[in-house]
């Protein structure tokens, strides 16, 4: 049953950038909005008038003015934005960068805690992309990354956009051959890389792999090495003089005079952020954004949905692998400083990451459905364990969260914030739901679409229904949908991805609700992994709800075998320590689901795994499974952050079908 659990203040409303942002409107226009609601209902009905706007509220720095907000709203895709415009992200990035205030704030698991000023973080900047000059890097090229998140990492993805170069990044978690599927069908001239990495206190060498991903790259002409947690001199060792790839130290590399430093002036659609799926089917799909778009819907996100302000402190749990990454980078365009974390949160302990919270006085923390699932699981409560009297934002996203999940932020955590939980994903680099400051926060559902996302929920006839789930589809182009996929000459798989089940409406592939009532929306899962059970569709997210709340479970996997002419539910379960998968739990997880969630919902089969296999980005793989158990090909191991997961699952399968 969803609950109301938090109403904004009248002070907090009015205070907000959005409700700010509505009063420009209303004056522009000469309209009476007056709730999010009718400022949506706008946004998607004068699409034109919306984006214009925004662009111009947001002050987006352009040494040549738009023209037109967009050519032509019937071409979808195919859309250009804000034609005749240029601009440069990382100047409008650094538009605040005039003072000695900390910028940038690193707290690693066993690292000394250390800050850039703004001042310094743009000095580095310009540096940098004066070296990335002489390196040859030009307009269009393309700069990667195989990096921890470090302060480091974004101050080269600022340096690349500096000199109007491509950024794409990988964490360094990933194995060589995984970071060369993707990095390497970008052509990049130059890497970034880093001696080693640490997690849970251990620490691990990266530089024979940075060689490796070079090697295997052969447009790759230099790699920068960051000196973090591996020992310098190996640098020397690994890189051997008929590496066609030399290193370079981040210190050379950012020594370089400033004199002459110059944002290269870019049109708004020009590439300037490859993004990469997951690569759970084939080898991943690699998906240009544009300058413009980026930059737009980034700010509107975070200014907006998410209230970001310059007095802000913002720590995302996120790595070089997930588009939070980029999102929580842009938070420097709103002013705000950005505290970077490296490693596990829950290491030592599961109060780890919340006492860094306290200390730093971070306002706005990010963090996914699963972890607070685990620390729900666990009875951790952060409000017992540390003062999170500055906190007043929490965003969530990664996928569904229960309401068990939503009820424990406001029970564990803090009862008055706000709590914005936020869809979308790698595909916009942003979200097609979100929060907002001027709405309530009910349980089980994000408050609202994101203002220009004309969003519907369609029915299996292809109808727009509220109050039902359905396919979540989005009817009209905004700013930041992908420009092309690379090596992609025919458009077929970029059209294959989105618009091969709706002509001109671009299909996300999430099953959700949108209630009429609120305007919120409730995600189940993906679609590929909806349960058809005697043909009735089911959310993977409704079983995981809750089964995962159960203190003896660690984390599930529900798949759909086809069995017996139908399908039915095999439930995998990975245990807490000391927990053991006998009888009485097998009945207490059928009798939660059955109870809280239907009959249908009841797995036929529930076994034990020793793990579950999840994508680099930390979310789980269920397609792989589903394959194995169905007897199809797993097309793409390294696409998984534990690939060795899945050898349970080959002899679960030879097992389930005696």
């Avoid at 800050?115 to 393309?142: H, N």
């Avoid at 060589?176 to 691990?204: C, E, M």
Wanted: charged fraction near 20%; hydrophobic fraction near 40%; glycine fraction near 6%.
């Amino acid at each position: 049953m969803r609950k109301l659990l938090w109403t904004p203040s009248e002070k907090y409303l009015k205070e907000s950038n959005m409700y700010q942002f509505m009063l420009h409107v209303n004056q522009k226009y000469q309209l009476f909005l007056h709730d999010y609601r009718t400022l949506y209902e706008w946004s998607i009905m004068r699409p034109l008038e919306f984006w214009g706007s925004l662009w111009d509220y947001l002050g987006i720095v352009t040494s040549e003015p738009y023209q037109q907000v967009a050519d032509d709203l019937e071409k979808f895709p195919g859309v250009k934005w804000f034609v005749g415009a240029k601009l440069n992200y990382a100047e409008n990035m650094l538009r605040y960068a005039d003072s000695d205030a900390e910028a940038l704030i690193f707290r690693g698991e066993q690292s000394p805690r250390r800050s850039i000023s703004w001042k310094e973080m743009k000095r580095q900047v310009m540096a940098l992309s004066q070296t990335l000059r002489d390196f040859g890097v030009k307009p269009g090229d393309a700069v990667a990354a195989y990096l921890p998140n470090l302060p480091e990492t974004i101050i080269a993805m600022l340096a690349a956009a500096a000199v109007g170069a491509v950024w794409c990044s990988c964490a360094t978690d990933i194995g060589p051959k995984a970071a060369i599927d993707r990095l390497g069908q970008v052509n990049p001239k130059i890497l970034f890389s880093v001696d080693g990495y640490v997690y849970k206190g251990k620490a691990f060498p990266v530089v024979p792999n940075a060689r490796e991903v070079a090697a295997g790259i052969p447009t790759v002409e230099k790699i920068i090495f960051v000196h973090y947690a591996g020992n310098e001199a190996q640098i020397k060792a690994e890189i051997k003089p008929e590496d066609k790839a030399q290193a370079e130290s981040w210190d050379e590399a950012t020594a370089h005079d400033t004199a002459g430093f110059y944002y290269e002036q870019v049109e708004a659609n020009t590439p300037m952020v490859v993004m990469f799926s997951s690569g759970t089917t084939g080898k991943p799909k690699c998906m240009a954004q544009s300058v413009g778009g980026l930059l737009i819907n980034q700010l509107k996100e975070l200014a907006l949905q998410n209230d970001v302000k310059s007095t802000d402190r913002m720590l995302y749990i996120t790595s070089c692998s997930w588009m939070m990454w980029n999102w929580q980078a842009a938070a420097l365009g709103c002013g705000c400083s950005i505290v970077l974390f490296d490693g596990n949160p829950c290491y030592p302990d599961d109060s780890a990451i919340w006492r860094i919270l306290e200390e730093e006085k971070v306002t706005i923390f990010g963090l996914s459905a699963s972890y607070i699932h685990m620390l729900l699981a666990h009875g951790f409560s952060p409000k017992s364990t540390v003062d999170l009297t500055h906190l007043r934002l929490i965003s969530q996203t990664g996928s569904a969260l229960s309401e068990d999940g939503f009820d424990y932020v406001y029970r564990e955590i803090k009862s008055d914030l706000h709590f914005n939980s936020i869809a979308g994903g790698t595909d916009i680099n942003g979200c097609f739901s979100s929060g907002n400051p001027l709405s309530p926060v009910y349980s089980g559902e994000l408050q609202s679409p994101g203002l220009g996302m004309k969003i519907e929920c369609y029915n299996d006839k292809g109808q727009a229904v509220r109050d039902e789930q359905g396919q979540l589809v989005c009817e009209i182009p905004c700013p930041p949908m992908p420009l092309y996929f690379i090596n992609d000459p025919d458009n077929k798989r970029y059209l294959d991805a989105y618009f091969n089940v709706y002509p001109h409406i671009w299909y996300h592939g999430d099953y959700v609700v949108i209630h009429s009532d609120t305007l919120g929306i409730s995600y189940y899962g993906r679609s590929d992994s909806v349960l058809k059970p005697s043909g009735v569709r089911i959310g993977t997210s409704e079983i995981y709800n809750q089964v995962e709340k159960l203190p003896e479970i660690a984390d599930s996997l529900a798949i759909g075998q086809n069995y017996q002419n139908d399908q039915r539910i095999v439930l995998f379960v990975q245990l807490t320590p000391d927990a053991v998968l006998d009888e009485a739990l097998k009945k207490r997880i059928k009798t939660t689901l059955r109870q809280n969630a239907s009959p249908r919902h009841v797995p036929a089969v529930i076994m034990e795994a020793p793990d579950i296999p999840k994508t680099l980005n930390g979310k789980k793989v269920e397609s792989a499974v589903a394959n194995i158990l169905n007897k199809r090909k797993v097309t793409n191991r390294d696409a998984l952050s534990n690939p060795e997961s899945l050898d349970f699952y080959y002899e679960a399968a030879h097992e389930l079908s005696e």
